[in-house]
């Protein structure tokens, strides 16, 4: 199998490509320096000449405030650009793989979001990731999508490395303590994603690590186990403004992910511990 993977300058891409040169799959990644996926012409020119099996489509624009403020790039970038990614590979018969948000859902109440559940964003950010699944949807029947949520890698900035960056300087610091999510290790979700891309069972997956937390639980683990001593005051989500307005409900069920005879990914408090390991060393 030939496997062509968007974004690999981010944290996502970046390690599915990691994953795939350890498994000794054909593969390349690429990012803007090879092609702008808003440019419809430019991504059928390049996924044609490469002609992959499988596309892992990992780039994005992520900036979820900055969305708020240019919502017409980003609709270009996650919706157009999804959709620029989604019919190439329909006219080389590539099946595509798109990584998704919990942001594509209101993030209200306490139980977990399914796969089939109904979406409402609250923001630019997850419509457009939104609109990005109804172009694949709509384009292809062999198809992925996967909503992931919180995530952290070795390659690019994330929560992590600025809680780390923080306690270089701080001896405390305020994180809200009503959102609550599943923290995920781009290492462990990109053998997942391999593991998918090989398949053929096609639809919609919710993929996270184990566990819950709120982003205050997150630092403080982070702080204890990097062997900081930063006091971490949790605050609620209405004393940290920010233009986007950010779920307080990212709980995820992954019973599909078994149900299909994929595997669940490692409890988060285990990820964070390796991926600290990883970068600390």
């Known amino acids: 199998m030939k496997v062509l993977v968007t974004g690999v300058k981010g944290q996502l891409g970046y390690d599915v490509c990691r994953e795939l040169t350890r498994r000794g799959t054909e593969h390349k990644g690429v990012d803007i320096a090879d092609f702008d996926i808003t440019d419809a012409e430019a991504v059928d020119a390049y996924i044609s000449s490469y002609r992959p099996d499988a ?3 990992c780039s994005a624009w992520t900036a979820v405030d900055k969305a708020e403020d240019e919502p017409d790039k980003v609709r270009a970038v996650n919706t157009d650009g999804t959709r620029n990614i989604a019919q190439a ?6 099946k595509m793989l798109y990584i998704s948000t919990d942001y594509v ?8 979001y399914r796969p089939e559940d109904p979406t409402g964003p609250l923001g630019v950010y997850g419509e457009t990731k939104l609109g990005g699944e109804r172009a694949v949807k709509e384009l292809l029947g062999r198809y992925f999508i996967v909503r992931i949520s919180w995530v952290f890698g070795v390659n690019g900035n994330n929560f992590v490395k600025t809680m780390l960056r923080l306690a270089e300087t701080h001896q405390e610091v305020s994180v809200v303590c009503d959102q609550f999510g599943s923290p995920t290790y781009t290492a462990d979700l990109a053998s997942l994603l391999c593991d998918m891309i090989a398949t053929e069972k096609y ?14 639980e997150f630092a403080q683990e982070i702080f204890r186990i990097a062997r900081k001593d930063v006091k971490v005051n949790p605050i609620p989500t209405n004393q940290y403004p ?7 409900n990212s709980r995820m069920s992954k019973d599909k992910l078994v149900a299909k005879g994929f595997f669940r990914l490692p409890d ?5 511990e390796r991926y600290l390991k990883e970068i600390m060393e």
């Open 89 to 94: 590979c329909k006219n080389v018969g590539a």
């Open 55 to 57: 596309v892992i489509h």
């Open 203 to 216: 639809g919609i997956y919710h993929a996270t690590n184990e566990g819950i937390c709120s982003w205050a």
């Open 268 to 272: 988060w408090h285990d990820a964070l």
């Open 242 to 248: 920010t233009k986007a307005v950010r779920p307080l």
């Open 105 to 112: 859902f209101p993030g209200t109440g306490e139980s977990f």
